[in-house]
């Protein structure tokens, strides 16, 4: 800072400069040169660009000629062809109040019912919305929101019966240093990351696919255990051969957007790890085929080549997956706080809680109900819009591996 700028005070004079127009190289460049010979300090910068047009606003402290720095301002602006206002205040800008949360809005298509119902529910709160920027625009159109003065539990619980009501999926996190950490993404496998169940694909090779299939559905309603339920079906497939297990392999759909998760956050040194009540004889070879750091899951008995209709060692069930996913996070060194867990039923929901982040995948609706946030959407790769991720990112960093 020049020694002839005065330290800004609270009381201090400030004036804001603020140019719309069409956004064009060099905008910024040409004001601050505008400015440079009047020895001010620039206190505050904000820049957006919506479709085109750009709104940039600077904050500085006040010259000891106002009238010169005005009209060298006006007179850049009428070069670039674009509208200016000059503001009189004093200080900074007002601090940020405290309670401040990160909120992830996904819409297919987002209305402005939406918005109007969120963003109302958020002043009703005591909150207000600092920023606004536009993460995606497909598959989904995703905008992270940044609050302040709310509390960030009460704003969860607001914002979801609101998102519910409009047909959205919204997420709240508490904004602070810990967001910067690194993170462990823990995911479920069946109907999650993969379309379909494991289990009922290999009951097509039994024959008894619908008998699996009515269990399954039970288990993931919550009806019934899920031990007893995993049971139940195992034994159905006594005596299917073990290359069964090459084909329904081989016949895996991931969901879409999955390889582009798993990818982009790897790059960002996110790490992975597979909680699933499925099959080892699945998971390791999906783990090893997508680069995941940790995995759980049951294990088929084979006898001869074939299944037996049993499960080796004990059942990972609901309380297994949140162990799992306290134990891959004591491994890798990072706080349950920077955990995402993601699931889609019943035997998720330990799990779910357990994360920093739980996220309910296209789930039943009891599951929906009790998980922190969802995402209602056929797209996996939207789970990083809630982390703050854009769409443009992931696109940059994909485009940077290819050279």
């Known amino acids: 800072m020049s020694a002839h700028v005065p330290a800004l005070h609270l009381t201090s004079p400030t004036l804001l400069l603020t140019l719309t127009g069409p956004d064009r190289s060099g905008v ?24 085109g047009r750009l709104v940039l606003s600077v904050l500085v402290s006040l010259p000891e000629d106002v009238d010169a720095l005005e009209a060298a ?49 958020i002043k009703a709160a005591g909150g207000n919305i600092d920023r606004i920027l536009r993460l995606a625009r497909y598959p989904v159109t995703a905008l ?12 969860q619980v607001e914002l979801a019966a609101a998102a519910f009501e409009h047909g959205v999926d919204v997420a709240v996190e508490e904004r602070g240093i810990l967001r910067h950490a690194q993170r462990l993404v823990v995911m479920d496998v069946d109907s999650t990351l993969i379309q379909g169940e494991v289990i009922e694909m290999l009951a097509e090779h039994a024959g008894c696919a619908d008998e699996v299939a ?12 899920f031990e007893e339920s995993l049971r139940q079906r195992v034994a ?23 390889r582009t998760m798993v990818r ?75 955990t995402v867990a993601v699931g889609d039923w019943a035997n998720d929901l330990d799990m779910l809680a357990a994360a920093g ?11 929906r109900d009790q998980a922190q946030t969802s995402v209602n959407v056929p797209y996996l790769d939207s789970v990083m819009y809630l982390l703050g991720i854009t769409r443009e990112e992931v696109e940059a960093a994909d485009a940077a591996e290819e050279e």
């Open 28 to 51: 910024s460049t040409r004001l601050f040169a505008s400015l440079e010979p009047f020895e001010v300090e620039v206190v505050d910068v904000e820049q957006l660009v919506v479709r």
């Open 73 to 121: 301002v006006r007179a850049t602006a009428t070069e670039l062809g674009m509208e200016v206002e000059v503001e009189h205040g004093v200080g900074d800008n007002r601090p940020r109040r405290v309670g401040r949360s990160q909120v992830t809005l996904l819409g297919h298509p987002l209305r402005p019912a939406a918005m109007t119902a969120l963003t109302s529910r």
């Open 144 to 155: 992270r929101l940044e609050v302040s003065g709310a509390d960030p539990d009460v704003l």
């Open 214 to 225: 009515a269990v399954t559905e039970s288990a993931m309603r919550g009806e019934i255990d």
């Open 236 to 258: 159905r497939l006594e005596g299917v051969p073990a290359s069964a297990l090459d084909d329904v392999y081989a016949a895996l759909e991931y969901t879409p957007g999955a």
């Open 264 to 338: 982009s956050l790897k790059r960002l040194g996110y790490r992975f790890a597979l909680v699933s009540g499925g099959f080892t004889q699945i998971i390791e070879r999906i783990a090893a085929d997508l680069g995941i750091d940790y995995w759980a899951a049951n294990e088929l008995e084979l006898v001869d080549g074939r299944l037996t209709g049993g499960v080796v060692g004990a059942v990972v069930d609901r309380a297994g997956k949140a162990e799992a996913l306290r134990r891959f996070a004591a491994e890798a060194r990072i706080g349950l706080k920077n």
């Open 357 to 367: 982040l739980g996220i309910a995948f296209n789930a039943k609706p009891m599951v």
